[in-house]
Nanobody, 116 residues
Framework: QVQLVESGGGLVQPGGSLRLSCTVS????????MGWYRRTPGKSARELVA????????NYADSVKDRFTISTDDSENTINLHMSNMQPADTAVYYC?????????WGQGTQVTVSS
């Protein structure tokens, strides 16, 4: 069983930056896939924000390219999402998602609100 705990959400002004972290309860080397998703207001489905396969290159949604960066810290067991030049359209609940031994795991989500 893998547990994921997100942190770092909150309120940010347009043009501002925020960093989300997802703490993973197991060794990061056991993860085959890591990603951040979000559910925007009024939508039921979560959409991909950024992802990375173990040993692969990051992949980003077109709407966040050149603004968001996904990274991992094996020493801290975290998957991070650095968000810059944020816009109101980035307002959403952000979820951490991993695949380990062919099983999907999700965090509980963290609210991010971009507003002046």
């Amino acid at each position: 069983q893998v547990q994921l705990v997100e942190s770092g959400g909150g309120l940010v002004q347009p043009g501002g930056s925020l960093r989300l972290s997802c703490t993973v309860s197991i060794n990061m080397f056991s993860l085959e896939y890591m990603g951040w998703y979000r559910r925007t207001p009024g939508k039921s489905a979560r959409e991909l924000v950024a992802s990375i396969f173990s040993g692969g290159q990051p992949n980003y949604a077109d709407s966040v390219k050149d603004r968001f960066t996904i990274s991992t810290d094996d020493s801290e067991n975290t998957i991070n999402l650095h968000m810059s030049n944020m816009q109101p359209a980035d307002t959403a609940v952000y979820y951490c998602h991993v695949l380990s031994r062919r099983t999907n795991y999700w965090g509980q989500g963290t609210q991010v609100t971009v507003s002046s």
